[in-house]
């Protein structure tokens, strides 16, 4: 049984280094500092601190503005990351 749960572990799931992150927390931090049409992801700054409390916000950001569930999160996330380093998009003040 034991064997069976650790193939599942290494051919399942998502491959968070093939998108660019070294962790799921990375996304959620990437995707917690930036706006979206001007508005901030957290307009809350305490919510940044607690890591529950800033995945909670993005999640519900994301779904509530998007529809965009959880699992997709960090496709999101890697577009956003690839097109900062490519300039396709920026950081504003």
Same mark, same amino acid.
């Given at each position: 049984? @034991?064997?069976?749960?650790?193939?599942?572990?290494?051919? =399942? =799931?998502?491959? !968070?280094? @093939? /998108? =660019? $992150?070294?962790?799921?927390?990375? *996304?959620?931090?990437? !995707?917690?500092? *930036?706006?979206?049409? =001007?508005?901030?992801?957290?307009?809350?700054?305490?919510?940044? /601190?607690?890591?529950?409390?800033? %995945?909670?916000?993005? /999640?519900? $950001? $994301?779904?509530?503005? $998007?529809?965009?569930? @959880?699992? !997709?999160?960090?496709?999101? @996330?890697?577009?956003?990351?690839?097109? !900062?380093? %490519?300039?396709?998009?920026?950081?504003?003040?």
């Amino acid at each position: 049984m @034991a064997n069976n749960q650790t193939e599942q572990k290494k051919s =399942g =799931g998502l491959n !968070l280094q @093939a /998108l =660019g $992150f070294n962790s799921p927390m990375e *996304i959620i931090d990437l !995707l917690a500092l *930036i706006k979206v049409d =001007g508005v901030p992801v957290i307009s809350d700054d305490s919510a940044c /601190l607690n890591p529950k409390t800033k %995945t909670e916000h993005v /999640l519900r $950001f $994301f779904q509530e503005k $998007f529809g965009v569930k @959880a699992p !997709l999160l960090p496709y999101v @996330a890697s577009i956003i990351k690839k097109n !900062l380093k %490519t300039g396709k998009i920026r950081w504003s003040n």
